[in-house]
T-cell receptor, first 113, second 113 residues
Framework: GEDVEQSLFLSVREGDSSVINCTYT??????LYWYKQEPGAGLQLLTY?????DMKQDQRLTVLLNKKDKHLSLRIADTQTGDSAIYFC?????????????FGKGTKLSVIP | NAGVTQTPKFRILKIGQSMTLQCAQD?????MYWYRQDPGMGLKLIYY???????DKGEVPNGYNVSRSTTEDFPLRLELAAPSQTSVYFC????????????FGPGTRLTVT
């Protein structure tokens, strides 16, 4: 079955880069996503990457995908206190049910001023 | 667009009571989903729908029911509430085609005592 794993916590200093990692087990993944959840709020889509890409950059965010190792990472440059949140990795699979996403348990990012 | 809206934001139920969590979206999305989020456990899919009149069970459907009479609305019914249903409930919607990104509502925090 499919499974998405993330480390639970990450702490960085303001101004440093943050790197949040995720591993997935299903090689049939089509799209991989990063969501952000601030306290008391719903999940907000940050970015996604198609499985035939290696990298995607969007302003301060860089997504790297290593298909061989089934490893996905999200790098946040110049991390700010407003980036403190829980970050979820998710994947969708090829075929029937492509619209169903499997989520990791989330990584709580704490930014130290 | 309001996106995905959920009501109520908070609710306290006594054991054995019933209630309906409301969810609506104005993006004309075919797919809609209900998740529950427990601390440190990520998101678990309860039910989903691929269109009006069509619903299907997710990973944790026991104790819940859904209906989808219109494209816009996807209510979740709790019958005979139990303490194990204390959780935060999120509704989401997505387009029919790729990249299948899901848009989330703000959530309903439910406590059963």
């Amino acid at each position: 079955g499919e499974d998405v794993e993330q480390s639970l916590f990450l702490s960085v200093r303001e101004g440093d880069s943050s790197v949040i990692n995720c591993t997935y087990t299903d090689s049939s993944s089509t799209y991989l996503y990063w969501y952000k959840q601030e306290p008391g709020a719903g999940l907000q889509l940050l970015t996604y990457i198609f499985s035939n890409m290696d990298m995607k950059q969007d302003q301060r965010l860089t997504v790297l995908l290593n298909k061989k190792d089934k490893h996905l990472s999200l790098r946040i440059a110049d991390t700010q206190t407003g980036d403190s949140a829980i970050y979820f990795c998710a994947e969708s699979m090829i075929g029937a049910g492509s619209y169903q996403l499997t989520f990791g348990k989330g990584t709580k990012l704490s930014v130290i001023p | 667009n309001a996106g995905v809206t959920q009501t109520p934001k908070f609710r306290i139920l006594k054991i054995g009571q019933s209630m309906t969590l409301q969810c609506a979206q104005d993006m004309n999305h075919n797919y809609m989903y209900w998740y529950r989020q427990d601390p440190g456990m990520g998101l678990k899919l309860i039910y989903y729908s691929v269109g009006a009149g069509i619903t299907d069970k997710g990973e944790v459907p026991n104790g819940y029911n859904v209906s989808r009479s219109t494209t816009e609305d996807f209510p979740l019914r709790l019958e005979l509430a139990a303490p194990s249903q204390t959780s935060v409930y999120f509704c989401a919607s997505s387009n029919r085609g790729p990249p299948y990104e899901q848009y989330f509502g703000p959530g309903t925090r439910l406590t059963v005592t």
